[in-house]
């Protein structure tokens, strides 16, 4: 298994620098959410011109719906979702300030110039261990966009919360390699 690599929010350019596709990463400190519906909303604030609801320079958007969380604890199951919904929006959140973004599948070419051009990285959580990622989250709180339930913006304080780089900033894509640093050939 390949050194995990632990990161601190909000993140800084040289933080993500040294990140290459396939490293493993452990997260803590505050990430948000948001799918398609956040991510369209976000962006017609910006075409109007309006200031956004969450501050997004060096920060880090998962792409879940949390499942409701059961007595006792602070979200329910949190999968990521197939990111190439967010392709349309990506670029604008990138121009923002954003650092990274954690869900599942490969980006478009839009995207991963946006990645490059931006500083910015794309991180793949695994999908199936839903249950297993909500261990990771502390407290979770919706900040914005409530009437979208589960699609609501929500800002979650994670504690290692375990996920790979999937592309860098210098245009690394474990998706056209198909290759990870830790799986020997």
Do not use: W
Not at 119 to 145: D, F, H, L
């Amino acid at each position: 298994m390949a050194d995990i690599i632990k990161l601190q929010t909000p993140l800084k350019d040289e933080d993500v620098m040294k990140l290459k596709a396939g490293d493993v990463v452990s997260i803590s400190g505050v990430i948000y959410t948001g799918r398609d519906a956040a991510h369209k909303r976000l962006v017609e604030c910006l075409e109007r011109g309006e200031k956004l609801p969450v501050e997004l320079a060096g920060q880090i958007i998962y792409y879940v719906g949390p499942s409701p969380a059961k007595p006792g604890q602070p979200i329910g199951s949190c999968g990521p979702t197939s990111s190439y919904r967010m392709d349309p929006y990506t670029p604008a959140m990138l121009e923002q300030g954003m650092k990274a973004i954690i869900g599942k599948g490969p980006r478009n070419a839009d995207v991963m110039e946006a990645l490059k051009k931006h500083k910015a990285v794309y991180m793949a959580a695994i999908g199936g261990a839903a249950a297993v990622i909500a261990k990771a989250v502390k407290t979770c709180e919706v900040i914005a966009y409530e009437d979208l339930g589960p699609e609501a913006i929500h800002k979650l304080e994670v504690e290692d919360l375990i996920c790979f780089v999937a592309c860098d900033a210098a245009g690394g894509n474990i998706y056209e390699t198909g290759k990870l640093p830790y799986i020997k050939d």
